[in-house]
């Protein structure tokens, strides 16, 4: 399966951005699917996850801001982002998986939040 993140850019703090995640392949309904983000100097972590049922989890410093969808005819997964912060701004990749990514990491997409 190949990933390909989209969707990142420049917004000043309070701002908002979608990112999009496409997929390749036919397993995508069945795989749950996460987004990820690295900051420089820090480890990846996981911001938002969506199993195949549709079912959500998020980490404590993105809830209630950030939304993670998917569009299994689209084979697309997405993430609105609102109230965006500095502390945002990170590289945010895509992957398959709940627990453990299970692809290859794409390049994934530069999120800069200016403040």
């Known amino acids: 399966v190949q990933l390909q993140a989209s969707g990142g850019g420049l917004v000043q703090a309070g701002g908002s951005l979608r990112l999009s995640c496409a997929a390749s392949?036919?397993?995508?309904?069945?795989?749950?699917m996460g987004w990820y983000r690295q900051a420089p100097g820090k480890q990846r972590e996981l911001v938002a996850r969506?199993?195949?049922?549709?079912?959500?989890n998020y980490v404590d410093s993105v809830k209630g801001r950030f939304a993670i969808s998917r569009d299994n005819a689209k084979n697309t997964m997405y993430l609105q982002m609102n109230s965006l912060k500095p502390e945002d701004t990170a590289a945010y990749y895509c992957?398959?998986?709940?627990?453990?990514?299970?692809?290859?990491w794409g390049q994934g997409t530069q999120v800069t939040v200016s403040s």
């Open positions: 992957n398959r998986g709940w627990t453990t990514p299970l692809d290859t």
């Open positions: 969506i199993s195949s049922g549709g079912s959500t």
């Open positions: 392949g036919s397993t995508f309904s069945l795989s749950s």
